[in-house]
């Protein structure tokens, strides 16, 4: 499996290291963070959104089709019941200039099945435990 890890910082603040990579996570100000960073939440629906955006290039580039003018926009707002959830994602893909009209429905076939949203349709096994940290030396 591969491993990520998460530190506190301070507060609200965390550190997710991933490979050699480090993102930081934090909450607004009006929630009582720093905002340092995104929110888990943010960085959630954004992972969905940048992965889409990865699909959609490699497509592009699998048929000569060069990436300018490629953007992903995505809207998304949390569920009004119960339990707390992002309650809709709305994606939006802006294509090159000249993006072949015929390509289109492979071009969303690709991207509907992005690694992110078919483990969002497909949901993983998710395991969560707790243990007590060893006592400081």
């Known amino acids: 499996m591969a491993r990520i890890i998460v ?3 301070e507060g609200d603040r965390y550190t997710i290291g991933i490979r050699d990579h480090e993102v930081v996570v ?30 959609a290039g490699r497509f592009l580039e699998r048929h000569a089709i060069e990436r300018e003018g490629l953007s992903v926009t ?13 309650g809709r994602i709305e994606i939006r ?21 992005c690694t992110v949203h078919n483990s969002m349709v ?8 707790a243990e007590a940290a060893p006592a400081a030396a």
């Open 74 to 86: 995505c809207d998304w707002e949390m569920a009004d019941e119960r339990p707390n959830r992002v």
């Open 26 to 55: 934090d909450q607004p100000v009006h929630d009582g963070g720093t905002d340092a960073g995104p929110t888990p939440t943010e960085l959630f629906v954004g992972g969905l959104a940048s992965c889409v955006a990865f699909y």
């Open 93 to 113: 893909l802006a294509l090159p200039a000249g993006f072949p009209a015929d390509d289109h429905a492979r071009l969303m076939a690709v991207v509907e099945h």
């Open 7 to 9: 530190r506190n910082l």
């Open 122 to 129: 497909r949901m993983p096994e998710v395991h969560i435990t």
